[in-house]
């Protein structure tokens, strides 16, 4: 559980030093103070001076924003409501138990609330990528007890439930599929996982888990339940690790990443990019599989450096080579390499993506080309993804000087989003709402924002 102010001391800062094996007195002497100061600051009985704080910044290796965190934001208790997840290799049943753990607490409402309102926590996410790096996976995905044996065919019902929420999840948002992968990951997984099982099926047993684990994830992001989604996220690693399947843990940390963007951590996001990039050049991933890859780090480095604004003409080229590469290995098709979760990963897809990409280096007729072209490509068929596309595509023309057509094209995206359980959509027209700002005095913009507001409180 999450608090703020309720607990003695900084136990985020113990942590910290901890996590990179320094003493109370090491820690002090890199940052240039006594080690009763040190310890002071632990225990909660002294302020940090921001001059300290920024040392503390340099010294280990993170963001400014961290260290307020450790010194001053959230207290993070581990308790039985906030099951950290813990990605490293470790046992199957380790893995098995702390999947179990986080599933059962979905279906306890009182847990589930909590769940809902945890925070984001880019700490986390360090330790999640040291692990998947560099520990071992489990000695074995066997397992024997008294409950039934399980098949691939067993495993085979898991991946196409998956498929089957995934469709609903692009046709009707998140919001009405969610409450069913949970209830599918309790009641259908769990009897699986404490199964009978050998080594092969236990390993593909154990991936098909971690597919639907990042389905619960991925749809926690879609309503804005980012510690929640995190939660679930960490989880599909820990057992794409157990089950030594790199390229699911790829995917999980491409998914990743797209939240890291989303929730303005673009530090991580350039991290969690580069760890999904080098895990697919090592796995000899299929060009579908590296063109999502390359173009989720060429996402996160536009949204770390932001040329069109910063001027950062290093970081452009870095951006364009990254998409230039996808697009080539894009171009040499489809393989039997590829996993079957990357064929949702269309053409469309990946032009939306890098007409995101496009709008950071400040290129929007190029942005607004691949906008279009990915809202006309899903049509009916990914409703939320059209209507995203539609957002971003009225935000290209508005930075392109045609308020009229970005209102108009905008437009239609207000009912159809509003048709959608998904609080991430409705943050794009937020978003092109706010950029509005320049125009506020024109009666049209009044009109539009009206309408909006209206929409959504409807």
Known sequence: MAVRGEQTGRPELVRARRRRGLSQEAAAEAVGVAPTTWARWERGEQGVRARHRARIAVVFGVEAGEVERWVEGWAFVETPSWPLVDCGGGSLEATVKSADLLWRYEMDPSRRHLLATLPFVPAALGEWLTSWTYDTPAAST????TSRAV???DVQRINEARQAFGQLDHQFGAGLVRPVVLRYLNSNVTPLLHGRYDDQVGAELLSAAAGMTRMAGWTAFD?????????HFGQALRLAKTANDPLMG????AALTQQAIHVDQPAWAVRLSRAATDTARQAEAS???MALVLVREAWATACQ???AESGDGHAARQVEHLLGEAERVYGQGVTDADPAWVAGYEEAQMGGECGNCWRFLGKHDRALAKAETAVAAFGDRFP?????????AADAYLQLGEVEQALEVAR???PATRALTSPRTVDFLKRFSENLDPYADMVAVREFRDHLRQELVA
């Not at 939320?384 to 971003?392: H, P, Y």
């Open 305 to 307: 450096a932001n040329p």
């Open 151 to 153: 098949g691939m065919a």
């Open 250 to 253: 790829v995917w999980v940390l």
């Open 287 to 289: 060009p579908r599989v």
């Open 223 to 231: 309503l804005n339940q980012h510690g929640r989604a995190q939660q």
């Open 412 to 414: 239609p995206a207000i």
């Open 384 to 392: 939320r993804s059209a209507q995203i596309n539609r957002a971003l």
């Open 142 to 145: 066997a397992h024997t007890g």
